[in-house]
């Protein structure tokens, strides 16, 4: 397969760029002709920034995964599509070509038919990182039934809001999955989940370590049983279903500043031709590359670059089960000499986990391979970028630190590997139809180099959000209204004086913790969950490893005795979050106080809060306009 649009050096990404601001119906609708269509489209955008209101390819019918399955069988049937690594080294990887992953997708598109899934319908994936879960999705998407996959470190409660808050009919699950030396119970959770909420009337069961589970009669159904009755009774596979260009492909839920994390709904045909474009550019893929993109699928990295981007591409996609540190620190390294993997994307926290074990692990590690690297999620600092870049891809594999969000669907600003310049802990240069702003915080745009700002996006691009489930209202107010008439990302960014871009972190009330997004209002959500807790106060501090760690105030209804009770108030607080969250939410520490600073209209300064998590103690500024500013020394005294 060929990419006509990829771009070859730096001129052609300057006129490409400034082809793509001057005429995007010209340069998109010539770029969407690749892709396999049943109905062209009447106009290729509308967009109206005020009322979020944004259409791509008007009139336009396909299937994603006839673009990302059957248009390659005839060219590339034999090659891998999937290759498998599972968690344990010891046990053999899998591969399945494309042939064969068209196959297990059509026959399972049956099943979901058969059981009855009908377009439109929602589906929440709840599973490990194996192969049926990518099955499971594209199955969806073959149906037109709108995917959701939760990642498999949330908890009951975080399923079942999921499910409630999309009216979902079906839970696709497997038993138990796979996670460094331990077996983590899927199933068992699911079935927590669904005594709190009553839409599902199917859960489709894989099963994957083996472990016993309970099957509800009339709702569990197997997996392997409910295939196995397609081919006996030999049902035919359904025909794939021909969607509008802005029918919804999936729905993915990803937290903001408030309390309820947000149902962040991407359409079918902008969302795929993005996820090609910036997949075939960025990476620089060529024919037959491995691409090892080592997200999890329960995150838009997953989504858009193990699945959707490198398949529309006819690449191999490389899928890995475990954690980067088990059975020990050099795994990364054996997957990529074991499977020749010539594109590594990871996070930076990962890097950053890695580089304490030193140079050792890499030892002996055959990387030649390696021709590109990636990074994403969180801003990388210098030391891990050069790290990155002297021991993995000693010198020679350019980095794409990569900029972009679950919202945006694919990657908006970074450099192009081996064509645009990289600059450490820069994310560089806008895609090509990206056009960034940096507003100050009076909506003033921020001309010129060297300025810093708030990062919003000023015109339409494929791939950019369509609503929030179920609340058209909300998407409005969180991304459209801060700036009016612009994308406001909620990040922070610098350009500098070669106009390159460097994201800065946050700027609202979410964290950033090991490259997860959370927002400090769930997570103090959850802590006023436990009956001992009368409030609390949660904001983020620097972390060597996770770049974000979680530091939480807690208000408690009764006075602490001594450090043995505070530890175990501690240990019963972390088994909250965990139960209402999932562990990633877990703060780093908890400090007992009996007030928070705050303002006469009651709100938290967590300004301050944040200082002294940081301990820049003497630098706290006025805490004059505060209720009570005897609190602050009391907090600074027990400081963490
Ligand atoms: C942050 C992940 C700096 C940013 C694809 C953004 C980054 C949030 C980078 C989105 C990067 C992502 N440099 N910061 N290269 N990439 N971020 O929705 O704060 O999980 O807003 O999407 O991660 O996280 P999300």
Redesign the pocket.
Known sequence: MKYPYQIQNLDQYYSDYQKSIENPDEFWGSIAEHFEWHETWNSVVHSDFLTAKTIWFEGAKLNITENCLDRHLEERGNQPAIVFEPNDPNKPSQTLTYQELYDRVAEFSTVLTNIGIQKSDRVCIYMGMIPELAIAVLACARIGAIHSVIFGGFSAQSIADRVIDAQASCIITCDGAYRGNKEIPLKPVVDQALKLCDTVSEVVVFKHTGTTVNMTKGRDLWWHEQVNEIIEVGIPWEEPERVDAEDPLFILY?SGSTGKPKGVVHSTAGYMVWANYTFVNVFQYQPKQVHFCTADIG???GHTYILYGPLSAGATTLMFEGIPTWPDAGRFWDICQKHSVDILYTAPTAIRSLMVFGDEPLKNKDLRHLKVLG??????NEEAWHWYDDKVGKNNAPIV???????TGGIMI?NLAGITPSKPSF?TLPLPGIFPVLMDENGKILEGNSVSGNLCIAKPWPGMIRTTFGDHQRCIDTYFSAYKGYYF???GCLRDEDGLYR?T??VDD?L?VS???IGTAEVENAINMNPLVVESAVVGFSHDIKGQGIYAYVILNKEIADEEMASNLRIQILRTVSEVIGPIAKPDKIQFVTGLPKTRSGKIMRRILRKIAEGELNSLGDTSTLLDPSVVESIKLSRM
Do not use: K
Not at 401 to 407: L, N, P, R, Y
């Open positions: 990803t995150w838009i990295t990074t994403v999620g969180e801003p990388i630190d990569t900029w972009w969000q679950t919202e970074s994310a990302t909620g990040d994201i972190g946050r979410v950033n490259g997860h997004r």
